[in-house]
């Protein structure tokens, strides 16, 4: 029997009968609990005002409370996601038209902003439209799931569905289209073989909407293989470039940072510099950049081009050249010769017998520029195959088709043929991430993600291979076209193993591991085997069409917009051409001469805008109206006009500005015979510089040639700044200039930034990383007309209004006497017919002694010990008076808020586009002045980081975003107290000058002296 | 008596047969009587141009500083222009108050009044546009150095607009003290002499319980005199920091160290010619002519040709220095303001500032009522374009030919400005029926000398 | 046994400074004298003490100017000295002809307004004071002596006709008042 244990609690148990103890068994607590009875109780007037008191205190205290900002913490948090630091993960993008490998820095998961893959070998020099691209992934007009007939399905039934299809096409064995862009990924290739082999009925045709096919023929022809050949510049000691615009788009572009290399004479290269001559009919970056750029129509282009090769090889030309192209042959045979195998010729022209012959002079020419061993992969597409394409479907000899990456409905000649038979197509499918002019009419609609969602290997050149991976979950309920076409063979696996497994089995090799190669994001394989040439005589008497009375159209893709599949990027749109710095707009660019002789204007109005008038340009029954922008240095007879405007659907109504020129791009042809004539009309532009020329301010741009350079000393071509004190020429520099002691900066961080004129070409890839990394608004077409842009850095062009900019500043000098000086600065307002340009990258130049600092009113900007010129936005109460004080204008003002404000439906009004914002600096608000920080944000990091780890800050850690994306090493930054710095050393040099240094503003951004390396003959 | 003697040269001040009670009854007069039709319609156009300016300032600070013509490059046009115009014209009264009272100008007391009343009514305009000009002016306290919750967050005393601020606002107060204090004697007229309660009730309260003790009346002249004489320099200062807004820039057309008397000089110039518009205006509608008499349009014209003149020197100067000087950018600043794209303001300036008052030294038309009229508002015109032409052809092509650009007013601009004329006007309105608008008690004491029956009498005698 | 206040009119400025000139003679006492307008000469006629209240005014310039030193000085020199466009907010001198405009205007307003509130505050004005002038024409044209009658009053009135004052008016008093 179990024994119960019994505690004692005191004597009292003792006892037989206890009535305490009875009592205590009996009711737990001793004494009553004073518990309320309800029925006794009645709530006094005390009571009531005791509840009404409590109740409107608490509505009260309610009512006090903020508004509440929902944010979902992580329910598991990702280890290598820490809240406020950045990961990068190496990728690439290749979207048809660019092809690059870079680095995405995402923040909490978000990609914000793209970098420059500085490791890779090749493809690394991001332009403006590659920084851009990480917009697109917030763009709110993104397909939301993949749609059949116009409703959302799932992704089952839409592939069951498509195979459904295909499989009834197949057993009645119908043509089918599959027309995609160039695919030069390996996996993706070998995915597609399996598809087509699977289904046989389904033809392959590859579409590049800016055709590079003759070209590719060409190379073809003589080399074998459906490639471009690579070059690479800086080995280049003469470029003669005929027509091709190698600086931006020519063939993939990606050549500056290679071009920059051999244009800044310095030690290293004893101080020589490359010889780039450039014949060309629209005004480009390249002739832009060039020494001798040569206006020429397309037809003289190709004389120009016999007439070299002739020289060269010694084969008879027919018909002679005009004396002054002439002369500029000769010299371009000159220097090719005198430069051997350090020499190249390249050209754009669209004739396959051209670019054979270019093939055949720089092999004349042995030259060690151009690469054939590894040519470039990224074109492919063949003109014959897509008019074949274009006849089959008009003779309805398809009926079905498949399209991924490309909207043929806006970028073919023949779009609305093309959409017209498309529609009414037994199957079509289109992979998209809009519903543009072909995938909205599409049956199927397959929801494809952005490039920064997705898996990618690509081959960008022969051995030179590229890894995309994902840098965030896919934002909506999107596919890649690959993962749907391995559920269409039937594959389980899904296309991130297919490429692991294709790389581990066929590509990786040297001991290079997939997980390195992937944190790299590339891999290199040198064993490439020689190409044989098949060497062909050029026939250089195959007829040229001769100039006409007819003007020749030359088309051109525009280094803001390109092939016109970013048009709904509001960066972009907003994003200045480096040329004619417009906005918002495409146009047709018109010889000086031309315009005059059809009564063409361009004016300024009231408030300074640009308006131009009207022209229609009419081709084979085919015209477009569009307005004209008169181009100093286009050639005479020639019409520029670029792509990638004019697009209707899957963008808001801001974006669907310009006009669509793919719609007179007849035959995949840039050159387009046309007749052009003024129509009614005047058309309202953006241009963000309404004065081309720089008034013969030599402050301003300071430049010299290259024999004076080297022949002549510092003070000869870059004096000191001289100033008058007491009617005594004093140095700017010295302290007895300055009326009041100077701060001690010799402690800390003082940082500088050094941009030099010569390997700055101007393409703007720092506008747009700028507006990336600082959350600048974008502000509308109408605001940028108002003159009210926000970008914090801006890339001034200046036409020169003689022959030269040197002769500018000449004459300026010499105009002595009132008439003749204002005769003469009147002048000078008016740019030469075909000028020199020079290129002028401007932000704040934080000036140690700032204008702006002493006049503001509430001390709201003011200098900071590492030398930046500093702006409080919330101390600013917005008198503008900094702004109108600086002199470089390069402060900006928040006239209305943009953000959250549906005036400005940009991507700061949809939680979709404020994704992309960077967390480190803040949106300003209406009524504050803003401006270039030197990029704050991140030299405190570093500087943090360093003192986190312990350890001195680095001089390679010094970026700024500008810094960083410049590929073409223009721009340096860091310490000038770390007198190891490489910009410490660069301001040293001889070169270095500071913008209107006479006003004595101390500036800490710097400027490297032009160097020019022109003979004029 | 010698202390009423003043040679029979010199024109009477005051006109008629008027005794100390004639004049009393007179400036009483429009207060007494209720306003007629002609007041009224003023009134009324005052009033709308005063509400679609109310209407254009809420529109702007609703929506934001974008709803005016400005841009990058042209941070200020309108609105500063109309600042210093407006603070330009403020100058005159205090200068006739102060400065012909340091000269013992015995002309100035038929004047004085009005003209001290619309420089207080100037100002006014003239500190509204700092305000508003600014993005965020719902934060223009910030202005002011005060203690405040972000710890030693202090104004910047390096910057002419904080020198602006305390110059514009001791000049508001202190013309207004001086001011108020010269109208005691003249409220405690009105105050004896009101019949209706609540009128009486009105003017004791203004009139500070004035009764006119000999001793009160010898502190009264004492503290008139410093007033004038801290008065003096005041005016001066105020418009020379005006002008430093300007000249301790960097701008070319701007960084001009000639400002500062220049624009005291235009300052005077277009004060006078405002007080002579409103004058003429009120000795008609007020019946005052025997107060204001065509002396006093006379020698004001006089001053006004006299400031036209030294303005157009410093025009001149300013080409001249900008040649000589040397600099480009000064040079192409002044090339560009006399004939760039702006050059009909140029041209308007000079024509309205330096070329029409010249007619003034013909006797005939600087006598001429209607004349002495129009010149006073084409001065003001010239003035205003003087100002738009120095904030915006200065800024609008500056040092680097990128950021060139031009301006063009929107519709807010011009409402805002016209809204500004229309407060200035309201003001005076209500002031000329309610104040004695004429110094009635200093006229008395020079009625002796200078009233013209007086002036017979002594004549008669010799 | 009593004497009596007369309010004695005048209706012009002259024949009241001979009419003070005459009393003067006689030793009578003038307590006020009311004036629409400032008589010259009245103060020297009365013997009142001239004013000091202009020097008050300096002293208080003064005052003006030390504050605008201590002030421009605490807050650009001490409190925080930030770098504004390089100029010297280390040293309050090399900084200073920054500042003069603020120390000018400080100096006139502080000047101005206090020498302002003084006179206001001697001269007994502010809002909601009681007017005590006792004749409301002394506002308008007429110019009123308050003084007190000789022992005979009829004398005293004979007297005044003669200096030529418009009218006279005898105010009581009693005794217990003084």
Redesign the interface.
């Known amino acids: 029997m179990k024994k119960v244990k019994k505690y004692w609690k005191g004597l009292e148990q003792l006892k037989v009968q206890s009535d305490i103890v009875d009592k205590l068994e009996q009711n737990e607590f001793v004494e009553e609990i004073p518990v309320e009875k309800s029925e006794d109780k009645n709530s006094s007037r005390r009571d009531f005002l005791k509840y009404l008191g409590f109740s409107t205190t608490a509505a009260a205290i309610a009512g006090c409370e903020g508004p509440v900002i929902k944010s979902v913490p992580y329910v598991v948090q990702p280890e290598q996601i820490i809240p406020g630091v950045a990961n990068y993960y190496a990728t690439a993008i290749a979207d048809g038209n660019d092809f690059r490998s870079i680095l995405v820095k995402t923040r909490e998961g978000r990609p914000i902003k793209i970098q420059n893959n500085k490791d890779a070998k090749s493809f690394n020099c991001s332009n403006a439209r590659v920084n851009a691209s990480v917009l697109d992934l917030y763009d709110t007009y993104r397909l939301q799931g993949p749609k059949v007939d116009g409703n959302y399905v799932l992704w089952d039934d839409f592939n069951n569905q498509i195979k459904g299809n295909l499989e009834n096409l197949i057993n009645d064995n119908k043509r089918i289209v599959l027309l995609t862009q160039t695919q030069c990924s390996p996996t993706t290739k070998l995915i597609l073989d399996k598809f087509l082999s699977k289904y046989s009925n389904i033809e392959h045709i590859e579409y590049d909407t800016i055709s590079s096919s003759s070209a590719l023929d060409a190379f073809e022809n003589i080399y074998g293989i459906r490639a471009l050949a690579d070059y690479d510049f800086s080995k280049a000691e003469t470029i003669v470039s005929v027509d091709a615009d190698f600086l931006s788009d020519w063939q993939g572009g990606s050549y500056s940072s290679g071009w920059s290399k051999t244009r800044v004479p310095n030690a290293d290269n004893n101080n020589s510099m490359s010889y780039h001559i450039q014949f060309e009919s629209n005004m480009t970056l390249s002739g832009a950049n060039a020494d001798n750029r040569v206006p020429a129509n397309p037809s003289e282009l190709k004389k120009i081009l016999a007439h070299i090769y002739s020289r060269l090889s010694g084969q008879p030309v027919n018909g002679s050249l005009n004396p002054n192209l002439d002369k500029y042959v000769d010299l371009s045979v000159k220097k090719l010769k005198s430069s051997g195998t350090k020499s190249v010729l390249i050209s754009g022209i669209d004739d396959v017998n051209v670019q054979e012959m270019v093939l055949m002079i720089n092999d004349l020419l042995n030259s060690d520029v151009i690469d054939i061993k590894s040519p470039r992969l990224i074109r492919s597409g063949k003109n014959s195959e897509l008019l074949k394409m274009m006849e089959d479907l008009k003779s309805s000899k398809i009926s079905g088709m498949i399209t991924s990456g490309i909207n043929p409905g806006y970028s073919l000649p023949e779009s609305e043929e093309f959409l017209k038979i498309f529609k009414n197509l037994e199957f079509t499918l289109s992979f998209s991430m809009k519903e543009d002019e072909t995938s909205r009419v599409a049956k199927f609609l397959g929801a494809s993600s952005h490039y920064l969602e997705s898996w990618g290997d690509y081959e960008f050149k022969t051995g030179h291979y590229y890894l995309a991976q994902p840098t965030i979950r896919p934002l909506f309920d999107t596919k890649q076209f690959q993962d749907v076409i391995l559920s269409l063979i039937g594959a389980d696996t899904n296309f991130y193993d297919e490429i692991k497994s294709n790389w581990k089995n066929n590509i990786l090799s040297s001991g290079k591991t997939w997980g390195k190669s992937l944190q790299d994001g590339f891999f290199y394989d040198y064993s490439q085997n020689e190409l044989s040439i098949r060497r062909k005589r050029i026939n250089l008497n195959s007829p040229f069409a001769e100039s006409s009375n007819e003007f020749s159209l030359v088309l051109y893709p525009k280094v803001g917009m390109g092939d016109g599949q970013r048009a709904s990027n509001p960066w972009l749109q907003e994003f200045p051409d480096p040329i004619t710095r417009v906005t918002w707009d495409n146009y047709i660019t018109l010889s000086i001469s031309d315009a005059k002789k059809l009564k063409l204007k361009n004016y300024?109005?009231?408030?300074?805008a640009l308006n131009g008038s009207y022209a229609k340009i009419t081709s084979n029954r085919k015209e477009i109206i569009a307005p004209v922008i008169i181009q100093p240095g286009q050639a005479p007879g020639t019409i520029g006009l670029s792509f990638g405007y004019g697009k209707k659907y899957g963008m808001s109504d801001e974006m669907k500005v310009g006009i669509n020129a793919f719609y007179l791009y007849n035959d995949f042809n840039k050159i387009q015979k046309v007749n052009i004539s003024k129509v009614k009309g005047d058309h309202e532009f953006a241009c963000i510089?309404?004065?081309n020329?720089?008034?013969g301010?030599d402050e301003?741009i300071k430049e010299t040639s290259l024999e004076i350079f080297n022949t002549k000393d510092k003070s000869y071509w870059n004096p000191t700044v001289m100033v008058s004190k007491n009617h005594i020429e004093t140095k700017v520099t010295s302290p007895e200039v300055d009326i009041w002691r100077d701060f001690d900066r010799s402690i800390g961080h003082h940082f500088n930034l050094s941009i030099d004129l010569n390997s700055c070409n101007g393409c703007g890839a720092c506008v747009i990383a700028c507006t990336a990394e600082n959350n600048v608004p974008v502000v509308g077409k109408e605001?940028v007309r108002?003159?009210?842009?926000m970008h914090w850095i801006?890339i001034?062009?200046?036409y020169s209004s003689e022959d030269t900019i040197q002769e500018d500043i000449k004459i300026?000098e010499e105009a002595k006497g009132?008439r003749k000086?204002?005769s003469t600065?009147n002048a000078l307002e008016q740019a030469a017919e075909n000028p020199q340009v020079v290129f002028?990258p401007?932000a704040c130049m934080h000036c140690n002694h700032a204008?702006c600092e002493?006049?503001?009113?509430?001390?709201a900007t003011s200098h900071g010990r590492q030398g930046q010129n500093q702006m409080a936005y919330n101390?600013?109460?917005?008198?503008?008076?900094c702004?109108?004080?600086c002199?470089?204008?390069v402060?900006?003002?928040?006239?209305?808020?943009y953000a959250d404000n549906d005036e400005f439906d940009y991507n700061l009004n949809n939680p979709l586009g404020k994704m992309v914002l960077n967390p480190d600096v803040t949106v300003r608000s209406?009524?504050?002045?803003e401006k270039c920080t030197l990029c704050i944000q991140k030299t405190q990091k570093v500087i943090l980081d360093a003192k986190r780890d312990g350890r001195k800050v680095t001089d390679k850690d010094w970026q700024t975003a500008c810094s960083d994306a410049c590929s073409d090493g223009a721009m340096v930054f860091g310490d000038v107290n770390d007198k190891e710095s490489e910009i410490s050393k660069v301001r040293e040099g001889d070169r270095t000058y500071r913008?209107?240094e006479s006003?004595g503003?101390k500036p800490n951004v710097i400027y490297q002296t032009k160097i020019r390396n022109n003979i004029n003959i | 008596?010698s202390?009423?003697y003043e040679a029979s040269i010199r024109k009477p001040l005051v006109e008629g047969d008027k005794?100390?009670?004639d004049i009393?009854v007179d400036i009483a007069r429009p207060i007494e009587t209720p306003p007629n039709k002609d007041w009224w319609i003023a009134f009324s156009i005052a009033l709308i141009a005063f509400l679609w300016g109310v209407g254009c300032v809420i529109y702007t600070i609703g929506?934001?500083?974008?709803s005016w013509?400005?841009?990058?490059?042209v941070?200020?046009a309108w609105d500063i222009t109309n600042f210093v115009w407006w603070v330009g014209i403020a100058h005159a009264g205090t200068l006739i108050s102060a400065v012909l009272l340091l000269f013992r100008q015995k002309w100035r007391m038929g004047i004085n009044r009005s003209a001290e009343a619309m420089t207080i009514f100037a100002v006014i305009q003239a500190g509204l546009f700092?305000i508003i000009?600014?993005?965020?002016?719902w934060?223009?306290y910030?202005?002011f150095?005060l203690p405040n919750q972000?710890g030693?967050?202090?104004?910047?005393?390096?910057?002419?607009?904080?020198?602006d601020?305390?110059?514009i606002s001791?000049y508001l107060?202190?013309s207004l003290?001086?001011w108020w204090?010269g109208l005691?004697?003249d409220l405690?007229?009105i105050?004896?002499?009101a019949v209706k309660p609540f009128q009486k009730k009105i003017y004791?309260?203004?009139?500070?319980?004035?009764?006119?003790?000999?001793?009160?009346?010898?502190?009264?002249?004492?503290?008139s005199?410093?007033?004038a004489g801290?008065?003096t320099?005041?005016v001066l200062?105020v418009h020379s920091?005006v002008s430093?807004?300007f000249a301790?820039?960097?701008?070319p057309g701007w960084h001009t160290t000639i400002f500062p008397p220049y624009f005291v000089a235009g300052a005077i110039f277009s004060g006078f010619a405002m007080v002579q518009t409103l004058l003429i205006i009120m000795r008609k509608v007020s019946r005052l002519e025997s107060y204001i008499t065509l002396q006093h349009i006379e020698l004001m014209n006089i001053i006004i040709m006299i400031t036209g003149s030294i303005v157009g020197c410093a025009y001149i100067t300013e080409l001249f220095i900008a040649?000589y000087s040397g600099v480009?950018?000064e040079?192409?600043a002044f090339?560009n303001r006399a004939?760039g794209p702006y050059w009909w303001a140029y041209f308007f300036m000079m024509t309205c500032n330096v070329v029409s008052p010249q007619i003034m030294w013909v006797k005939k038309l600087r006598t001429s009522i209607i004349v002495s009229f129009i010149i006073s508002i084409v001065v003001n015109i010239g003035m205003w374009f003087e100002r738009f032409v120095i904030i915006v052809t200065s800024?609008?092509?500056?040092?680097?030919?990128?950021?060139?650009?031009?301006?063009?007013p929107t519709f807010i601009d011009i409402g805002i400005f016209i809204g500004s004329i229309g407060f200035f006007l309201l003001l005076f309105l209500l002031y000329a029926r309610s104040f004695p608008v004429i110094a009635?008690?200093?006229v008395?004491?020079i009625l002796?000398s200078s009233g013209e029956n007086y002036k017979k009498l002594r004549d008669s005698h010799e | 046994m009593s004497k009596n206040n007369l309010h004695v009119l005048f209706?012009d400025?002259?024949i009241l400074l001979d009419a003070i000139k005459k009393i003067k003679e006689k030793k009578y006492h003038i307590n006020?004298?009311?004036?629409?307008?400032?008589?010259?000469?009245?103060?020297k006629a009365?013997g009142?003490k001239?004013?000091r209240?202009?020097i008050l005014?300096f002293i208080y310039g003064c005052i003006g100017f030390t504050v605008a030193v201590l002030?421009?000085n605490y807050?650009?020199i001490a409190?925080?000295p930030q770098n504004?466009?390089g100029?010297p907010s280390f040293s309050f001198i090399e900084?200073m002809p920054?500042?003069v405009?603020?120390l000018?205007?400080?100096t006139?307003?502080f000047?101005?307004?206090l020498?302002?509130l003084t006179?206001?505050m001697?001269?007994?004005?502010?809002?909601?004071?009681?007017?005590?002038?006792p004749n409301?024409?002394?506002?308008?044209?007429m110019f009123l002596i308050d003084m007190e009658s000789g022992d005979n009053l009829n004398k005293m009135k004979v007297f005044l006709k003669k200096t030529g004052a418009v009218s006279i008016e005898v105010i009581e008093r009693d005794d217990n008042e003084k």
């Open positions: 300024n109005v009231a408030n300074g510089q309404l004065h020329t720089m008034m301010r301003v605001e108002k003159s009210r842009d801006r001034d062009r200046y300026a009132f000086y204002k600065l002028q401007i204008p002493t006049v503001c009113p509430v001390a101390r600013c109460v917005g008198t503008r008076y702004a109108n004080n002199p470089y204008k402060r900006r003002f928040n006239w209305f808020s209406r009524g504050v002045m913008v209107l006003l503003t | 008596m202390s009423h005794s100390y009670h009393t929506t934001g500083i974008g013509g400005l841009n990058k490059t941070g200020w700092p000009h600014m993005g965020r002016p934060l223009a910030w202005m150095p972000f030693s967050l202090w104004v910047n005393f390096n910057s002419p607009l904080l020198w601020i305390f110059a001791t107060t202190v003290v001086f204090t005691l004697p405690a007229m105050r004896d002499r004791s309260l203004i009139s500070f319980g004035w009764t006119g003790r000999a001793k009160d009346w010898q502190r009264f002249e004492e503290v005199l410093v007033l801290l008065a320099p005041l200062s920091i430093m807004d301790t820039s960097v701008i040649w480009e950018y040079q192409f090339l004939t800024l609008h092509r500056d040092y680097l030919p990128s950021s060139w650009t031009m301006f063009s009635q008690a200093e008395k004491s002796k | 209706d400025d002259d006020e004298v009311y004036a629409p307008f400032p008589v010259h000469g009245l103060d009365l009142l001239p004013t209240i202009s005014a002030m421009t807050m650009m409190d925080w504004i466009g100029k900084n920054a500042f405009p603020i000018f205007e400080m006139v307003f000047a101005a307004h020498m302002v006179f206001y001697r001269s007994k004005l502010w809002p909601f004071k009681k007017a005590e002038n409301p024409l002394t506002t308008d044209n």
